[in-house]
């Protein structure tokens, strides 16, 4: 099993900047490809971005790229997302991912969620 904490959500007015964190613990960190994932009101649940097992590789959604981005600290078991430039339509919970493939196809170990709310 692989526990996930998401942490880092909150109000932000539209053109700033939010970062999300999600730890990790239970299994080894750096055998996971992680993820964030979102979901807003009223629409199904949306992939964002990935970052491979060593983080040499990433892959985002393309309402985000050159906006967002999906470091990780192996050493911290920490995944995070960086979002800059936001927008009301990133409003929506944010959920981290840990999946075995580096793929947008979500893995079976999500976390709860934080909640990002972007006012215009």
């Known amino acids: 099993q692989v526990q996930l904490v998401e942490s880092g959500g909150g109000l932000v007015q539209a053109g700033g900047s939010l970062g999300l964190s999600c730890v990790a613990s239970?299994?080894?960190?750096?055998?996971?490809?992680m993820g964030w994932f979102r979901q807003a009101p009223g629409k199904e649940r949306e992939f964002v971005a990935t970052?491979?097992?060593?983080?040499?590789?990433?892959n985002y959604t393309d309402s985000v790229k050159g906006r967002f981005s999906i470091p990780r600290d192996n050493a911290k078991n920490t995944v995070y997302l960086q979002m800059n430039s936001l927008k009301p339509e990133d409003t929506a919970v944010y959920y981290c991912?840990?999946?075995?493939?580096?793929?947008?196809?979500?893995?079976?170990?999500w976390g709860k969620g934080t909640l990002v709310t972007v006012s215009p």
């Open positions: 991912n840990a999946a075995l493939r580096f793929t947008r196809t979500p893995g079976v170990y």
């Open positions: 970052i491979s097992w060593s983080g040499g590789i990433t």
């Open positions: 239970g299994r080894t960190f750096s055998n996971y490809v």
